[in-house]
């Protein structure tokens, strides 16, 4: 049985779990740079990387994502949890990853991206107060849900991811 995969269209949610950690940030930052024309996709297969498409014969290349059904790039939007309340551009000046001057011209669009409060008891060695208190797992599972749920209607998206960068 051949399985038809649906088209990607519309907003792509991505949700973070350790949005504010040195790996989130950067990612966040490359992508939000990449949208801006700021930044090429370098080392993105999915971007511009190429497949073959006559094996026979050894020619007829196209970029993947032509011939994928992938999420536009400018579609894609970003939020998560974590264990502090700064939107993502504070976070990004005090790890000092991204370099200063393209941090600046990603200013508005990494400060509106502020994480939802991380559970306590999901991060080992979790020290702060930022946090929603510790429920049953039922209970647990019911808030991530509505955050997911939350995120979701906020933006419009239309499809949802979450990784995980703790």
């Known amino acids: 049985m051949k399985k038809k995969i649906k088209r990607a269209k519309g907003k792509l949610g991505i949700l973070v779990h350790g949005l504010g950690s040195a790996a ?12 801006k024309g700021l930044a ?12 073959l498409m006559d094996k026979k014969t050894g020619t007829g290349y196209s970029k993947l994502k032509e011939y994928i059904s992938l999420a536009n790039i400018k579609d894609i939007v970003f939020g ?30 990494l400060e509106k991206i502020v ?31 509505y955050d997911i749920e939350n995120f979701s209607a906020a933006n419009n998206c239309t499809r949802l991811i979450v990784i995980c960068f703790a």
């Open 40 to 51: 090429e996709p370098v080392g993105s297969l999915t971007q511009a990387g190429n497949i």
């Open 115 to 145: 994480p939802m409060k991380a559970f306590e008891g999901f991060i080992p060695e979790l020290n702060t107060v930022d946090v929603k208190l510790k429920q049953d797992k039922f209970e647990f599972a019911k808030q991530v849900m």
């Open 80 to 109: 998560g949890w974590d264990t502090h309340n700064d939107d993502l551009f504070a976070v990004a000046v005090k790890a000092q990853i991204v370099q200063p001057g393209l941090l600046q011209q990603l200013k508005p669009e």
């Open 24 to 35: 989130a940030t950067t990612f966040i930052s490359g992508v939000e740079a990449i949208k």
